[in-house]
């Protein structure tokens, strides 16, 4: 068990929906990370926050957005789903705002657009 | 950023060692090395990370050789449970506007 908590698990949504992911962090760690993972895909890192500010931008579509909130947990808004949006999303936490420092990642959530 | 290049997979009987090796021809003078593992349908974990020569924990060693534009992971006899993917990263503690990029890492298939 990483610390890191996300929910849902499992989300199965209709092409042009919204839908929002939501991670707590281990605690005390201040850096957010988000990831989708496609299948057989890579990691890609989408976007990072720090202490509530946004850090780092990924290849995040613009359809997508996130925030984190003063209590440290963050969301991830997807909006205008569509079928290519079928992933696995991880988030990960981290002490440090650099991206070298040790990432500790959540269980995911596994978004399923229909 | 530094790109990394590793072999895209790799099999193993159990209780060889196994090595991964990944270029990263461009690393920057603070850049750290590091290494993920990961588990279908899990999140990546943490293996190891290192600067310089060699790093050694529980779980694997790390060799990086004195130019530092490659590095090997190691890992001892393994077992059936180390089949996962494998990911080498290349980052400075201070890239925090430059984050690491994972790629698609070296899929790892251990064999009875």
């Known amino acids: 068990d990483s610390g890191v908590t996300q929910t849902p698990k499992h989300l199965i949504t209709a092409t042009g929906q919204r839908v929002t992911l939501r991670c707590s962090p281990r605690?005390?760690?201040?850096?957010v990370y988000w990831y989708q993972q496609s299948l057989d895909q890579g990691l890609q890192f989408l976007i990072q926050?720090?202490?509530?500010?946004?850090?780092a931008k990924g290849n995040i579509l613009e359809r997508f957005s996130a925030q984190q909130f003063p209590d440290l947990h963050s969301e991830l808004n997807l909006s205008s789903l569509e079928l290519g949006d079928s992933a696995l999303y991880f988030c990960?936490?981290?002490?440090?705002?650099?991206?070298?420092?040790?990432?500790?990642f959540g269980p995911g959530t596994r978004l399923t657009v229909t | 950023l530094a790109k990394t290049t590793q072999p895209i997979s790799m099999d193993s009987y159990e209780g060889q060692e196994v090595n991964i090796t990944c270029s990263h021809n461009?690393?920057?003078?603070?850049?750290?090395i590091t290494w993920y593992q990961q588990f279908p349908s899990q999140g990546p974990r943490f293996i190891i990370q290192?600067?310089?020569t060699k790093v050694t924990n529980e779980v694997a060693s790390l060799f990086i050789p004195a130019d530092r534009k490659s590095s090997t992971l190691s890992l001892p006899r393994v077992s059936l449970s180390d089949t996962a993917v494998y990911y080498c990263?290349?980052?400075?503690?201070?890239?925090?506007?430059?984050?690491?990029?994972f790629g698609k890492g070296t899929r790892l298939s251990v064999i009875a």
């Open positions: 990960a936490s981290s002490s440090q705002i650099g991206g070298s420092y040790e990432q500790y």
């Open positions: 605690s005390g760690d201040l850096s």
């Open positions: 926050y720090y202490n509530g500010e946004e850090r």
């Open positions: 461009n690393i920057a003078t603070n850049d750290y």
């Open positions: 290192g600067y310089k």
């Open positions: 990263l290349v980052g400075g503690p201070n890239s925090g506007n430059t984050p690491l990029v």
